[in-house]
Nanobody, 125 residues
Framework: QVQLVESGGGSVQAGGSLRLSCAAS????????MGWFRQAPGKEREGVAT???????RYEDSVKGRFTISQDNAKNTLYLQMNSLKPEDTGMYYC???????????????????WGQGTQVSVSS
């Protein structure tokens, strides 16, 4: 089993920054991709950014240039640096892991089979 625990969420004003962390434990050796997803109230969960074991990254268009996904493999920790935050970035942010082999790490929740409990991000205008 894999356990994913997110931290770092909070409330900020528009233009501010937050850094999310996701600590992975358990059987993490079969992971292929890691990703961050978010869900606003009343909306479906959407992809934000993904990273593969070699460090290749992909981003959802609305966060390109503002968010950066990274990982520390030695610490089994995933990060999401979020800058220039906007009110529309508000939501519950989830860390996810995929053990499904794909040519790239799609920013699509259907490819991810392990999920954390989420951390709340609130951005006020």
């Amino acid at each position: 089993q894999v356990q994913l625990v997110e931290s770092g969420g909070g409330s900020v004003q528009a233009g501010g920054s937050l850094r999310l962390s996701c600590a992975a434990s358990g059987y993490t050796y079969s992971r292929h991709c890691m990703g961050w997803f978010r869900q606003a109230p009343g909306k479906e969960r959407e992809g934000v950014a993904t990273i593969d074991m070699n460090g290749s990254t992909r981003y959802e268009d609305s966060v390109k240039g503002r968010f950066t996904i990274s990982q520390d493999n030695a610490k089994n920790t995933l990060y999401l640096q979020m800058n220039s935050l906007k009110p529309e970035d508000t939501g519950m942010y989830y860390c996810a892991q995929s053990t499904i082999l794909t040519p790239v790490c799609f920013v699509d929740r259907t490819f991810y089979n392990y999920w954390g409990q989420g951390t709340q991000v609130s951005v006020s205008s």
